[in-house]
């Protein structure tokens, strides 16, 4: 009973909190912030029961719990996890809490709509990884949206009705042709011998590799613009730093941390599995843009003026790391992209909250503004330091973990079959210690400000809360970096099944070459399967 | 007792985290320094005693691997994952190594006590040191490349933080980055050189690579390229042409900082790296014939910049790229155990050099300007004997320690099949330029006239850092007795130690032991005499006849400039790649692409909605006779499309 429900009561238990707050007078901040404030502390409790109760050696999916929703189009609420899910959805509810404590005081207006958009957005961000049925993926994928949109629009800076429309266009945009895509998936299915329209996850693996590259290719794309824009992969990544500038502290927080990853999932979960042929035949195109974005994404972030501009560009470099170590369709590159989604919630979460934190203080973000601010704020300097080397992937921290892996893939994959990939990616390794050590130089470093003033004003060190918030991030960049083992063994066989998948298509595709273009052939007179 | 060495390593990371976390809190100088040190001195307690051990062994029992945990592994079930170890190799070369780190280590934080002495950041400072020495005992006991790498990055780490240590200064943090992204760019290539290692050997741990990597030819490309990346690295991290250019910026941290990272251990990590792959560079002849010439090259380029500078630490800094640079000179040429001899001797006098210059530096208020110093002799015997002895032993004057292991490079360089004579000539004008610059520097800090104003008053340091003075010094004299060759009645001892670790590099190269020759005779004579002579002509020009230096610089005034301003190697740098790097990643990717281009797209279609929608809203006018119009107009089309079907 309770292994059935534990997932649908972690991904549900925020809409509790989310009730109990409806009832609570709009006056009472400190009872709003705290009922938040608990409500995520039991959901990552709640997680933690899915952590330890999580099998690293069976393969598939555990905790599936499914329930009929419209059974004439054979949708149902299906949810179950991998340990890619599972890595995904701690993350979420570790963050969440975090990103409520780490910015306590920074949000002064409407504190009862911001804790309540914050709740509905952690359902979705679970409700995302957990969902095994197609439609349901989609209803959370959209649910996010709206909170998010609410999130940037109502407590952001001076720019955010322009930076909130743009986030919901954008995602908009690649999220309805998605849909389109699904439904196609799930009408195709209906027309082999014996199938009917469903969405089922795992009913559609089956049918997903055996279509047509042609028609592998289109819903490919379809999918892969929707997660390429979440991602962002360039050039879809214009959307991100505006976003990310206008958004409160919390909302960076989780878009960095967790809705970036949503389209890496993507990836993972969906394109290749489902459209191996078209995910190898994309694999190239894909690897570059992911290698452009890790390049252009740091020169970017290097000549920026705004410390939190710098962060999300910085965010579009990493995640090129990411999305090449998944299109390196190796073991290694695989592993290491999905330690790097990780990686990069915690150490750029961890940095949005750092930006925040001076923000709240001078009220500037503007990195000329700064300078010698580890002499006034020594403990600050220190978080600033250790996280900034995460970011950079120093050895020993959580971060080199995930880029060697993913550089260890890359470089040896079959598919890419070049080293120039890895060779590329790699120079992002040194320009992430540019701009990452010139920013914090110019905050951080040199003489204290006349006067200690920056922005007018004089900053204090950190409080007991805000150190508390970084205690936890912390203690994780250490052990990843330390003992992957962890959380590497979690994602061990998610990883293995995709790559026997894109491996078995590569060797189908290499011996059957003249089978396919036969079936190509079919296809086009008028026929939209073939029958197999 | 080889089983202890993960205590040896534990102990400084120990330090750190009790500094790092509580350091703040504790008051007392004296309690954070003795913490500090003895955690050092206790590492190199353990590891002299496991090296007694080891000396009681035979040679073949002397390498054991102590494994701990796996770090990093993609999977847990099949073997053919990857997966890399944390794991210790003792053997003779990294148990040197080791006692070279933690000894000469001990001695720096003994010293640092006293000059640190009211530093508001001095818990801080132990906590940094500390954790060096831990990245730096991974780096040299690691068992396989991943782990040396992270104490290759970790050192660098400890480098940063270090040099930028008194932050509140400009220059401080200019210089610690410009050394931490330098060094990015060689560990750039040492990354990518472990991915080729992986890919070809399905390995990264030592025993796995080197034991496959033996049954190939050489001369196999591959290892070529392995080797070339690996040894990218290893110019960065040890400072050699092109990456040099972060070390003499470097000294803008403490000077025992220098003494320790940025001369006796850190940067030779790359030297160490080099020997321990040495059976890889010994089948890439390629690489080794490129090893010896940045080498060589290095050493008379530094050195040259050496005799013209006027900052008593950056004199030391071009003197320690150009003695790195020996010892590639000595890889290059495959005299693996020479380079690790004089790795050692260096580590003594330079240590030496840098602490009694921290010393001056003390004594004189953190005036570091040797035109403005002069006649310290009398009020600093201690650092001015020392200083002394140091400066001979660089020099290679025998029988002090660099004689042997600098003569020993330089007999190599000549007679090995993959020496040559212009490199002999190279190395021996380095070392005539070493022993110029090294007594001008003497000569001006210590001899002569007093240059400095009235309000100097120079005294000596205190006894916790003129002990580790005195002990480098005798170091400095007497560390070069392991390694007297054969020629001179040596049994070289220390070269005899390493045999084993470097025996299958030489067996592949076909090189055997040290036979003596007369004409060996014939060039260490003409070496020490090239050294002695420059000695003279140094002090001459410095002590007696001052005249000679300024006619020479207003004669040669061009080459001097060059040599002044260091080649302008950096300003070079910063015209052709950085400037540039940064105007086009703002004016063209930022500005251009990103909100020009992308953004333009977007916001043009935006526009392109907004207008179209401004002309079909102007159909909406509310005015019924309008709409009878479209609607009338509507069915005639209507009607003309179904005609024309």
């Known amino acids: ?532 | 007792m080889i089983s202890l060495i993960p205590i040896v390593v534990a102990l400084p990371l120990a330090g750190f985290l009790i500094l790092g976390l509580f350091g703040s809190r504790m008051r007392s100088e004296t309690v954070i320094g003795t913490l500090g040190s003895a955690t050092v001195g206790i590492s190199f307690a353990v590891a002299s005693a496991i090296f007694v051990e080891m000396l009681g062994m035979d040679p073949i029992d002397r390498k054991q691997i102590v494994q701990l945990f796996t770090w990093i592994s993609t999977t847990t079930d099949t073997p053919s994952s990857f997966s890399v170890p944390v794991a210790y190799q003792v053997d003779q070369l990294s148990i040197l190594m080791t006692l070279i780190v933690t000894g000469v280590g001990f001695l720096i934080h003994v010293y640092s006590i006293g000059y640190m002495h009211g530093d508001k950041g001095f818990w801080r400072y132990f906590a940094y040191l500390n954790l060096f020495i831990f990245a730096m005992l991974n780096l040299v006991l690691s068992d396989n490349f991943l782990l040396m790498f992270l104490g290759w990055e970790g050192v660098g780490l400890c480098s940063y933080l270090l040099i930028g240590f008194w932050y509140e200064k400009k220059f401080t943090g200019d210089a610690a980055k410009k050394a931490f992204v330098v060094n990015r760019i060689g560990d750039f290539g040492f990354l990518l050189g472990m991915l080729l290692i992986f890919d070809r050997f399905g390995s990264l741990s030592f025993d796995t690579v080197f034991g496959s990597a033996s049954v190939l030819s050489v001369g196999t490309p591959v290892l070529m390229w392995i080797t070339l990346l690996l040894f990218v690295g290893a110019v960065g991290k040890s400072a050699q042409i092109p990456l040099y250019i972060w070390l003499p910026d470097a000294m803008a941290g403490p000077t025992p900082v220098s003494a320790l990272i940025h001369a006796a251990t850190m940067v030779t990590a790359g030297v160490y790296m080099v020997a321990r792959c040495s059976i890889l560079f010994a089948l890439a002849p390629t690489t080794l014939e490129i090893v010896a010439i940045i080498g060589g090259l290095t050493a008379i380029f530094a050195a040259s910049i050496g005799l013209v500078q006027n900052d008593i630490k950056k004199v030391l800094a071009y003197s320690t790229v150009s003695q790195l640079g020996y010892m590639f000179l000595a890889m290059g040429v495959a005299a693996f155990g020479a380079g690790i001899f004089h790795l050692m001797t260096h580590a003594f006098f330079k240590a030496l050099l840098f602490l009694g210059s921290g010393a001056v530096i003390h004594a004189m208020h953190a005036e570091q300007d040797i035109q403005k110093m002069g006649g310290l002799k009398k009020y600093l015997p201690v650092t001015y004997w020392t200083f002394l002895l140091a400066a001979i032993a660089i020099s290679g004057i025998p029988p002090f320690s660099g004689f042997f292991s600098k003569d020993e490079i330089l007999w190599k360089t000549f007679s090995s099949p993959y020496g040559s004579v212009v490199l002999w000539g190279v190395a021996v004008l380095g070392a005539a330029l070493t022993a110029f610059y090294m007594f001008r520097l003497v000569s001006l800090t210590f001899g002569g006239d007093e240059r400095f104003g009235k309000h100097h008053h120079p005294h000596e340091a205190p006894k916790t850092m003129t002990i580790p003075l005195m002990v480098l010094a005798a170091l400095s004299v007497i560390g070069g007795f392991v390694g007297i060759p054969p020629s001179l009645l040596g049994g070289n001892a220390i070269e005899h130690w390493l045999d084993p670790v470097f025996a299958s590099a030489n067996a592949k190269l076909g090189l055997g032991g040290h036979e003596i020759h007369a004409i060996e005779y014939v060039l260490m004579a003409l070496s020490v005499g090239i050294a002695a002579a420059a000695i003279y002509a140094s002090r001459t020009v410095y002590l007696k006849r001052h005249e000679i230096a300024e006619q020479l610089k207003n004669r040669y005034a061009r080459f001097y400039n060059v040599l002044w301003n260091k080649y302008y190697v950096d300003e070079g740098i910063d015209k052709a790649i950085v400037n540039p790097t940064v105007l086009a990643s703002e004016s063209l990717l930022w500005k251009g692409f990103d909100v020009g281009i992308i953004d333009g797209v977007v916001n043009g279609s935006a526009k392109l909605m907004a207008v179209a929608a401004g002309w079909i809203r102007r159909m909406q006018t509310g005015v019924v006779q309008q709409y009878a119009v479209f609607f009338v107009g509507g069915i005639i089309a209507i009607i003309f499309w179904l005609v024309l079907n």
Request: with cysteine; net charge neutral; glycine share 10%.
């Open chain 1, 1 to 532: 009973m309770l292994t059935e429900n534990i997932l649908t009561l972690t991904i549900f238990f925020p809409l509790l909190g989310f009730a109990v707050l409806l009832f609570v007078s709009r006056e009472r901040a400190s009872m709003i912030k705290l009922i938040g404030l608990i409500t995520t502390l039991i959901t990552f409790g709640l997680s933690l029961v899915l952590y330890f109760g999580f099998d690293d050696q069976a393969a598939g999916f555990q905790f599936q719990h499914q329930q009929v929703w419209i059974a004439g189009l054979n949708i149902s609420y299906f949810v179950g996890i991998d340990g890619m899910a599972l890595l995904l959805i701690v993350l979420t509810t570790f963050l969440t809490p975090l990103a409520l404590l780490g910015t306590w005081e920074s949000i002064t207006h409407r504190i009862k709509e911001y804790t309540l958009m914050i709740l509905l957005l952690e359902v979705g961000m679970i409700g995302v990884f957990a969902a095994l049925d197609l439609f349901l993926f989609y209803v959370f994928w959209e649910l996010i949206l709206i909170p998010m949109y609410f999130i940037i629009g109502v407590w952001g800076g001076k720019d955010r009705i322009y930076a909130a429309v743009k986030f919901f266009l954008f995602t908009l945009f690649g999220s309805l042709l998605m849909l389109v895509a699904i439904l196609a998936l799930g009408y195709l299915a209906s027309q082999y011998p014996g199938g009917q329209f469903t969405m089922n996850l795992l009913e559609l693996y089956g049918i997903g590799p055996r279509l047509p590259a042609v028609l592998q290719g289109w819903l490919f794309a379809a999918f892969a613009l929707s997660f390429a824009i979440k991602v962002p992969l360039f050039p879809f990544h214009t959307w991100l730093p505006d976003a990310h500038v206008q958004a409160p502290t919390a909302g960076s927080v989780i878009l960095a941390g967790v809705l970036l990853k949503m389209g890496t999932y993507g990836f993972i979960r969906f394109c290749l599995p489902l459209f191996p042929t078209a995910s190898v035949s994309f694999m190239p195109s894909i690897s570059v843009l992911a290698i452009i974005g890790i390049l252009y994404g740091a020169l970017v972030a290097m000549v920026q003026t705004d410390i939190k501009k710098l962060v999300a560009y910085s965010s579009v470099s990493h995640l090129g790391f990411v999305v090449l170590g998944i299109f390196s369709m190796t073991e290694e590159g695989m592993q290491g992209a999905i330690i790097q989604m990780v990686n990069h919630g915690l150490s750029t979460g961890a940095l949005f909250l750092i930006v925040g934190m001076i923000y709240d203080r001078a009220h500037t973000r503007m990195i000329t503004d700064f300078g010698g601010v580890a002499k006034v704020m020594p403990v600050f300097a220190t978080i600033f330091m250790i996280v900034s080397f995460s970011s950079i992937g120093l050895p020993g921290l959580n971060g080199f973990v995930g880029e060697f892996l993913i550089l260890l893939g890359a470089f040896k994959s079959k598919f890419l079959n070049s080293y120039s990939y890895a060779a590329f990616s790699a120079l992002g390794v040194i320009l992430a210690a540019v701009y990452m050590l010139w920013s914090y130089q110019r905050v951080m470093l040199g003489p204290v400000r006349e006067g200690g003033l920056y922005g007018g004003h004089t900053l204090s060190d950190l409080s007991v809360r805000e150190i508390v918030t970084y205690v936890p991030i912390i203690l994780f960049i250490v052990w990843i970096g330390v003992y992957p083992s962890t959380f590497l063994s979690k994602s061990a066989q998610t990883t293995k099944q995709v790559v026997r998948i894109m491996e078995d298509t590569q060797r189908g595709s290499k011996t059957g070459t003249a089978e396919v273009i036969e079936r190509q052939t079919v296809r086009s007179s008028n026929q939209l399967i073939p029958e197999q």
